[in-house]
C-alpha cells in the first residue's frame, strides 16, 4: 500500500512529460519497479508521477546507420537482454539486463528507469541513502561509451555516460535514450555479477570492453564496476596496468606477465588482482557487511572472469 499522497499525470509528448518533470516533486514513472517500491516503503517520494509510458517514441532499438545504436529509454530489460543487435554492438549491456533480478522485474523495468535509480545523485554530487541499491545497467553504459541523450524543460542535450555516473541526473531532465558507439575491430565486451542473494541487486558488478590487437595484446581497455563502489564508475588506473598484456589464463597461468609476455587470451586472474591491490581501498565502500577490501578483492575476481570470456569472443 502507498501511504502517500501524490497527482498522476500520464504525459501525451516529450514536452509536456518535460515541463511536468521541471516542477519540484515531479518524479517520471517508467516501469515503476524502483520507484513503486520506494513510495510504498516511504524511502522516497513524489507530490506529482509523470508516466512516462504513453511515450511511444522512446521504446525500441533503432540501428544508427554507422553501426551503432540508438536505444529508448522506455525499452525494457527483457527487451534490450534478447535484441541480438544489443547483443552484437554491446553484450556487456545485454549481459547486465539480463542480470538484473527476475522476469517480472525485466519485464517491467526500463533501461531509463535502471540508469536513473542506479544514481540517486544530487547535482552536488552526494550520494543518496539509496547507494546500497546500486543498479547493474551503469556500469554497462559507461564500459560501452555510451552517450546519454536528455530533455529537460529547456530542451534536448546529451550527456556521456561518465558525466552521468560521476554527476548524476541534471535536475528536471528525464532520459530519453542512450546511443551505442560501433564496436570497432576485435572489440568484445562482457558483465560479470555478484547478486545479493536476497534482493538480486549488484554486491558488485563489472563490465568490460576490450579490443585484442592482431598481434594479441589487449588495448582499448574499460573496466566499469557498480555497488562495489559509491557509484557506478571506470577504474583507469586498473585499465592501464592491464593494456597492452597478452599473458595466459585466468588461471593464472599468466601471473606476473605483462606487456610483451606470451600471446594468449586475457591477464592471468593473478595480475587482474594485482592491478586491484594497487587500488586504494577508499575507492570502495564499506559498511554493508562486507569490508571494502573483500570487494575491491570480488572487483578483481569479476573483472579477470569478464576479461576471459570477452576475449575468447574476439577473432
Ligand atoms: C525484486 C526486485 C529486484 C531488483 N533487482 C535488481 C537488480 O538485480 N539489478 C538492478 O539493477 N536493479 C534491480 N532492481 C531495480 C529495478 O529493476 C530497476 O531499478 C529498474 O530497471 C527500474 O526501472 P523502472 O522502469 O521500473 O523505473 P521506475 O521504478 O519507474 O523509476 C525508477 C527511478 O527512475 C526515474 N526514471 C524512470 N524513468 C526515467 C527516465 N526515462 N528519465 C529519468 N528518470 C527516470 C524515476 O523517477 C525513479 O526515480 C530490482 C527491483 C526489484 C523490485
Given at each position: 500500500?502507498?501511504?502517500?499522497?501524490?497527482?498522476?499525470?500520464?504525459?501525451?509528448?516529450?514536452?509536456?512529460?518535460?515541463?511536468?518533470?521541471?516542477?519540484?516533486?515531479?518524479?517520471?514513472?517508467?516501469?515503476?519497479?524502483?520507484?513503486?517500491?520506494?513510495?510504498?516503503?516511504?524511502?522516497?517520494?513524489?507530490?506529482?508521477?509523470?508516466?512516462?509510458?504513453?511515450?511511444?517514441?522512446?521504446?525500441?532499438?533503432?540501428?544508427?546507420g554507422a553501426g551503432g545504436l540508438r536505444v529508448g529509454a522506455l525499452t525494457t530489460l527483457a527487451e534490450l537482454a534478447r535484441d541480438p543487435?544489443?547483443?552484437?554492438?554491446?553484450?556487456?549491456?545485454?549481459?547486465?539486463?539480463?542480470?538484473?533480478?527476475?522476469?517480472?522485474?525485466?519485464?517491467?523495468?526500463?533501461?531509463?528507469?535502471?540508469?536513473?535509480?542506479?544514481?540517486?545523485?544530487?547535482?552536488?554530487?552526494?550520494?543518496?541513502?539509496?547507494?546500497?541499491?546500486?543498479?547493474?545497467?551503469?556500469?554497462?553504459?559507461?564500459?560501452?561509451?555510451?552517450?546519454?541523450?536528455?530533455?529537460?524543460?529547456?530542451?534536448?542535450?546529451?550527456?556521456?555516460?561518465?558525466?552521468?555516473?560521476?554527476?548524476?541526473?541534471?535536475?528536471?531532465?528525464?532520459?530519453?535514450?542512450?546511443?551505442?558507439?560501433?564496436?570497432?575491430?576485435?572489440?568484445?565486451?562482457a558483465f560479470e555479477k555478484m547478486p545479493d542473494r536476497a534482493s538480486r541487486y549488484p554486491v558488485c558488478a563489472v563490465a568490460v570492453r576490450?579490443?585484442?590487437?592482431?598481434?594479441?595484446?589487449?588495448?582499448?581497455?574499460?573496466?566499469?564496476?557498480?555497488?562495489?563502489?559509491?557509484?557506478?564508475?571506470?577504474?583507469?588506473?586498473?585499465?592501464?596496468?592491464?593494456?597492452?598484456?597478452?599473458?595466459?589464463?585466468?588461471?593464472?597461468?599468466?601471473?606476473?606477465?605483462?606487456?610483451?609476455?606470451?600471446?594468449?587470451?586475457?591477464?592471468?586472474?593473478?595480475?587482474?588482482?594485482?592491478?586491484?591491490?594497487?587500488?586504494?581501498?577508499h575507492l570502495f565502500v564499506t559498511g554493508r557487511g562486507t569490508s571494502a577490501e573483500y570487494l575491491r578483492h570480488l572487483s578483481g575476481v569479476?573483472?579477470?572472469?569478464?576479461?576471459?570470456?570477452?576475449?575468447?569472443?574476439?577473432?
Amino acid at each position: 500500500m502507498i501511504l502517500t499522497d501524490f497527482d498522476y499525470v500520464r504525459a501525451a509528448t516529450l514536452d509536456e512529460a518535460a515541463a511536468l518533470l521541471a516542477e519540484p516533486g515531479s518524479r517520471a514513472l517508467a516501469g515503476g519497479q524502483s520507484l513503486l517500491v520506494e513510495l510504498k516503503t516511504g524511502e522516497g517520494t513524489a507530490a506529482r508521477l509523470v508516466d512516462l509510458r504513453g511515450l511511444a517514441g522512446l521504446r525500441g532499438v533503432q540501428e544508427t546507420g554507422a553501426g551503432g545504436l540508438r536505444v529508448g529509454a522506455l525499452t525494457t530489460l527483457a527487451e534490450l537482454a534478447r535484441d541480438p543487435r544489443v547483443r552484437a554492438v554491446s553484450p556487456a549491456l545485454a549481459e547486465a539486463a539480463r542480470a538484473v533480478g527476475d522476469p517480472q522485474v525485466r519485464h517491467l523495468g526500463t533501461l531509463g528507469g535502471n540508469l536513473a535509480a542506479a544514481t540517486d545523485i544530487t547535482p552536488a554530487g552526494a550520494v543518496s541513502g539509496a547507494r546500497d541499491k546500486a543498479t547493474d545497467l551503469p556500469a554497462a553504459v559507461l564500459a560501452a561509451d555510451a552517450t546519454l541523450r536528455l530533455a529537460g524543460a529547456g530542451g534536448r542535450t546529451t550527456m556521456t555516460a561518465g558525466d552521468f555516473a560521476r554527476d548524476g541526473l541534471p535536475t528536471g531532465c528525464l532520459i530519453t535514450g542512450i546511443d551505442l558507439p560501433a564496436p570497432g575491430p576485435g572489440e568484445a565486451g562482457a558483465f560479470e555479477k555478484m547478486p545479493d542473494r536476497a534482493s538480486r541487486y549488484p554486491v558488485c558488478a563489472v563490465a568490460v570492453r576490450v579490443v585484442r590487437e592482431p598481434g594479441g595484446g589487449l588495448t582499448g581497455l574499460r573496466v566499469a564496476v557498480t555497488g562495489a563502489t559509491p557509484r557506478a564508475t571506470r577504474l583507469p588506473a586498473v585499465e592501464e596496468l592491464l593494456t597492452g598484456t597478452a599473458a595466459g589464463t585466468a588461471q593464472g597461468a599468466g601471473a606476473g606477465a605483462g606487456p610483451g609476455a606470451a600471446l594468449g587470451t586475457a591477464p592471468g586472474t593473478a595480475q587482474v588482482l594485482a592491478a586491484f591491490r594497487a587500488q586504494p581501498e577508499h575507492l570502495f565502500v564499506t559498511g554493508r557487511g562486507t569490508s571494502a577490501e573483500y570487494l575491491r578483492h570480488l572487483s578483481g575476481v569479476l573483472t579477470a572472469r569478464a576479461l576471459t570470456r570477452a576475449t575468447a569472443t574476439t577473432t
